[in-house]
Nanobody, 117 residues
Framework: QVQLVESGGGLVQAGGSLRLSCAAS????????MGWYRQAPGKQRELVAR???????NYADSVKGRFTISRDNAKNTVYLQMNSLKPEDTAVYYC???????????WGKGTQVTVSS
């Protein structure tokens, strides 16, 4: 089992920045993929950014150049630096960790990000 705890969400004006954190605990040695998803009201949950098993990163096209995922392996923590935020970035952001790419994996409870225009 892996437990994930997110923090760092909040309310920000368009053009502003936020940094999300996700701390993992438990059987973290089994994790090969870790990253962030988001779900806006009335929409499906979508991938925002993640680390893959090779250590490379994937980003949604909508956030490329604005968001940056990073990690601190010693702390089992993944971060999401979000710059130039737009109202359409408003969503609940969830941390996800999985062993295999097609697994549903483990989910945090989510943190709300609201971007006002």
């Amino acid at each position: 089992q892996v437990q994930l705890v997110e923090s760092g969400g909040g309310l920000v004006q368009a053009g502003g920045s936020l940094r999300l954190s996700c701390a993992a605990s438990g059987s973290t040695f089994s994790i090969n993929y870790m990253g962030w998803y988001r779900q806006a009201p009335g929409k499906q949950r979508e991938l925002v950014a993640r680390y893959t098993s090779s250590g490379s990163t994937n980003y949604a096209d909508s956030v490329k150049g604005r968001f940056t995922i990073s990690r601190d392996n010693a702390k089992n923590t993944v971060y999401l630096q979000m710059n130039s935020l737009k109202p359409e970035d408003t969503a609940v952001y969830y941390c996800n960790a999985r062993v295999r790419v097609l697994d549903s994996g483990f989910w945090g409870k989510g943190t709300q990000v609201t971007v006002s225009s």
